[in-house]
């Protein structure tokens, strides 16, 4: 709260604030608590190369004709592949993100930062939905290595379809202001709007940029673009998979 | 001479290799045309890197070199090509120092195709918008000896990038770890850095990554704001592709294949 002193009474059981100014809990605008995760990035590399290799390792070693041969409906086994690997990474993303937000704003604190206080639906926004987002994104590396058969190429198609966009959305003067939003508004990058905790006040005038923390899209509407976009990744995997001669 | 005609030839008849270095190229000045068309430069003014606006397909670019200079390598390894390899060229070193010949002198042409292309369309588009000598902005062009720099120190940074490839390529040998760990360390330390708000942290991680320090060369505004000048930049990645060649020589001339 700005201008604290002035304008501020207190009477009974009433407070009254009069005057001109923003009224918003303080932040210093950066989301500590994403911060913390900023190591997402690098589980997101791993699972996203696990994901590829899925799939690409049956084409390299000949297994695929073996997988296809014992279950001859190909859709079932990319659809089985996406369970299992969306499972696996799904778990391991919410035990890392449980262990690594309540530490990191632990030292956070010790260090005399400032954490703005967030609700237990945020907590499970942020760790669930970076649970998620990892999970999501290791499917789309299995639908992209469907595609291409090629490890090398469909792990950077994937890396640079998520990390890029996000890296040229938050290193500042690359671009300009609209083109970053844009770029975390459509490309699968969106999907890390699920790690935001801090919120706009449309009284605050401040610098609501994705450098800052702050996303075009709402959380989890960000992360429905990443879906939308393994989707359609997936769909098109399945449907190549099916036309395709092993 | 032989163990580089050798290389030549597996990277001339590989399928892939034409279309990657295409598509290096033609994505490398479709960003660069994207990023210099969103810029607006209006009367008062505007802060931005002219060379650096129209070079910025370069981010996009150095993934597909990657994939490259990777492929050489691990391609290789996953069809059992790399046994018949060595045993053609029994001089292991001699086998990565001709990959790394080939690899470079392929990455040096398509990078100096794609930069210069860049450069001419982020001239021309740059101009209609708005940074123009009425805002205190020459119109882009190789005759600049800054740009001229961010120009060439640009392809020299592609051609690093392929041999760093190569070197984690050749220590790592499957191709998807690889190109992991080549664009993890790229992309991550500029992304790590972000979210740093510690100066000195902050200043020591740009110094630090391949990416952010390499792309140092590309500055040709405020240059007294960057940590290191622009070819000790170029410098750091040289440092990084150097420590990845070496890595992957020792690692390949002491294992078995």
Redesign the interface.
Known sequence: MDQLAQGYRQAGGTFTVSGSGDIAPATDN?DSVK?TL?GT??GL??V??IG??FI?VEY?RGMIRTTLAASPRRGRVLAAKAVVLAAVTFVTGLVAAAVTVPLGERLLHENGNPIPPISALTWLQVVAGTAALLAVAAVLGLAVGTLLR???????AV??GI??P???A???????A??ELWLVRVTPAAGFAVQQTIQQYPQVTADYTP?NGFFPLAPWAGFAVLCAWTALALALAVFVLRRRDV | MTAVHAEWTKLRTLP?TGW?LLAAAALTAAVGV??AN???CPAGGC???PA??SL?GI??GQ??V??VA??VI?GEY?TGMMRLTLAATPRRWLVLAAKAAVVSAATLVTGAVAVLASVQAGGLLLARHGVTAAHGYQVLSLGQGPVLRAAAGSVLYLALIALFSLGVAAAVR???????VV??LL??F???S??V?SPSWHRHLEQLSPM?AGLYIQATTNLRSLPLTPWQGLGVLAAWAAGAMLAGALLLRFRDA
């Open positions: 950066t911060q900023a990035f690098a590399i791993a996203v190369v590829v290799m690409t390299r090629r490890s090398a190429g469909a792990v950077a890396i640079v990390v890029l996000y890296l040229l938050v290193v500042p003067g690359v671009l300009p609209s083109a450098r | 892939g990657l994207i990023a969103s810029v607006s802060q931005l890197d650096k606006v910025t981010d996009l993934a597909i990657a994939i990777v492929t691990s996953s499957d191709s998807a770890v690889a190109i992991g664009l993890a992309y991550l500029p992304i790590i972000s979210a708000s952010t």
